[in-house]
């Protein structure tokens, strides 16, 4: 079971790629940075805004997921869930 160790919200200083999506998106981009805990491993990802949303809205707590499975396993919602933040004007 993983615990999560830290996330906020950072402006990049380097180009990254979502793990929520795969795509990479360059620097100066506001993404949400996650540390987990993992048995004795220490890993870090970045989740686009979209990424961020659609795993607060629609995945689970306890479930996990591969890079790039919150696009693949569900591309039409995750389009759809873009195009509500596109309308909304969402940007951090």
Request: charge should be negative.
């Amino acid at each position: 079971m993983s615990t999560r160790l830290f996330e906020k919200w950072v402006k990049t200083r380097k180009p990254h790629n979502c793990y929520g999506c795969a795509n990479e998106y360059p620097k100066g981009t506001y993404m949400y940075r996650i540390s987990q805990l993992d048995g004795e491993t220490v890993w870090g990802c970045y989740l686009c805004e979209v990424c961020q949303e659609y795993e607060a809205r629609y995945v689970d707590c306890y479930d996990y997921y591969g890079y790039g499975d919150l696009y693949k396993e569900d591309p039409i919602s995750w389009e759809e869930l873009r195009q509500e933040m596109l309308k909304e004007g969402s940007g951090k």
